[in-house]
């Protein structure tokens, strides 16, 4: 079945500092978005992209949507320490509505 | 807006038992998705449901697990004679359509466990 790569699965960073995460599938998909989750609760949507080489932003968020369908990159900068949380991408085909899901990156971010 | 409701947030089950998992969609939104998330674990979809409808169960086990989404009220995820591996959290989504371009908001989850 489909599958999406995240790694490192833990990433640790200094506050202030900018990362970026990538996520890999060896699949075509047609939307891809990003969510974060905090312990004990739900996934948020972060950002949604729809269209190959599409770079959207939301606050000091960025991602983009790979030329060949097959990944994506999110950025986060000036990191704060609300950022903590587990990072997960999550890629939608053409031709369902399912959602594929990869096993997420915990970041940590000191003070 | 209320978001994605999920209830209850804590369910304790003995094995052999049933466990229901109740859902209410966002305002608005007509379809919902179940999905199962395992520790240190990505989500990984179940079903997928308008109302009164099944229109995706690919990621459905075979037995003891089903859905509904009627017309008046809550989408239900049903286990019956639940087993330890059912330990779990469920993850609830709604959207307004589906397809593309209809971004899946999540509840904050059920988590299971199984005595």
């Known amino acids: 079945g489909q599958q999406l790569n995240q790694s490192p699965q833990s990433m640790f960073i200094q506050e202030g500092e900018d990362v970026s995460m990538n996520c890999t599938s060896s699949s075509i998909f047609n939307t891809w978005l990003w969510y974060k989750q905090d312990p004990g609760e739900g996934p948020v949507l972060l950002i949604a992209l729809y269209k190959a080489g599409e770079l959207t932003s939301n606050g000091r968020l960025t991602a983009q949507f790979g030329i060949t369908r097959k990944d994506s990159f999110l950025n986060i900068s000036a990191s704060i320490p609300s950022d903590v949380g587990i990072y997960f991408c999550?890629?939608?085909?053409?031709?369902?509505?399912?959602?594929?899901f990869g096993k997420g990156i915990t970041l940590s971010v000191r003070p | 807006n209320a978001g994605v409701m999920q209830n209850p947030r804590h369910l304790v089950r003995r094995r052999g038992q049933e466990a229901r998992l109740r859902c209410s969609p966002m305002k608005g939104h007509s379809h919902v998705y179940w999905y199962r998330q395992l520790p240190e674990e990505g989500l990984k979809f179940m079903v997928y449901?308008?109302?009164?409808?099944?229109?995706?169960e690919s990621g459905m086990p075979k037995e003891r697990f089903s859905a509904e989404f009627p017309k008046e009220g809550p989408s239900i995820l049903r286990i019956q004679q639940v087993v330890r591996g059912d330990s779990a959290a469920y993850f609830c989504a709604s959207s307004p359509s589906g397809g593309q371009g209809q971004p899946q908001h999540f509840g904050d989850g059920t988590r299971l466990s199984i005595l």
């Open positions: 999550a890629g939608q085909s053409k031709a369902n509505s399912k959602l594929t």
């Open positions: 449901l308008q109302k009164e409808n099944i229109i995706d």
